[in-house]
């Protein structure tokens, strides 16, 4: 029990390759963690430290080991060099490559702004409108989104892939 609470004071942290983080300020749906993770994978993977990503048979979960740890220290507000200290000593330890070769500092501070744009300080859902294509009228569909900078909205609460259909305008919704 003592060990329990101290852990809890501790705030994020990343124990034994389980990633433990605080609770967002809005809480993400299923598929949003599923996104963000495959976003942070597809990043390690376009990174590619051990060089495999090009063989195509190669599997995809490569870098699986890295992604929940990752996340947490983003969340957390882990700053690049943190980042970085955390890969350097993966490479070194987990996947047993020499670590002078790379430049953690420059990939960490990609892996931050790429989180930073996308999934800090989610606003919460609102509801807008999707324009459905191809059905010989016009034909609008409220969905729930967050609001992104830019104008930009993230679908939420949608089961199915909509990231490569072509939905036309997002309009906030009117109250």
């Known amino acids: 029990m003592a060990a329990r609470k101290a852990r809890a004071r501790l705030g994020?942290?990343?124990?034994?390759?389980v990633s433990r983080t605080t609770a967002m300020s809005?809480?993400?749906?299923?598929?949003?963690?599923?996104?963000?993770?495959?976003?942070?994978?597809a990043l390690l993977c376009s990174w590619d430290p051990i060089g495999v990503m090009?063989?195509?048979?190669?599997?995809?979960?490569?870098?699986?080991?890295?992604?929940?740890p990752l996340l947490t220290l983003l969340q957390a507000g882990a700053d690049n060099d943190a980042i970085?200290?955390?890969?350097?000593?993966?490479?070194?330890?987990?996947?047993g490559l020499s670590p002078e070769h790379y430049d953690f500092r420059a990939v960490a501070a990609r892996m931050r702004t790429w989180f930073d744009?996308?999934?800090?300080d989610?606003?919460?859902?609102?509801?807008?409108?999707?324009?459905?294509?191809d059905e010989g009228v016009d034909v609008w569909r409220p969905v729930q989104a967050r609001p992104l900078p830019g104008g930009l909205f993230?679908?939420?609460?949608?089961?199915?892939?909509v990231s490569d259909t072509k939905l036309g305008s997002f309009p906030l919704a009117q109250s």
């Open 12 to 17: 994020p942290q990343v124990m034994r390759g």
């Open 84 to 95: 970085g200290s955390h890969l350097r000593k993966e490479i070194d330890e987990h996947f």
């Open 54 to 68: 090009d063989i195509p048979d190669w599997p995809r979960d490569e870098y699986d080991c890295l992604v929940g």
């Open 117 to 120: 744009q996308g999934w800090r």
């Open 154 to 161: 993230r679908i939420v609460g949608v089961e199915v892939d």
């Open 122 to 133: 989610l606003a919460q859902p609102v509801s807008i409108f999707v324009a459905l294509l």
């Open 26 to 41: 809005t809480a993400l749906s299923k598929r949003e963690l599923r996104q963000r993770a495959a976003q942070l994978r």
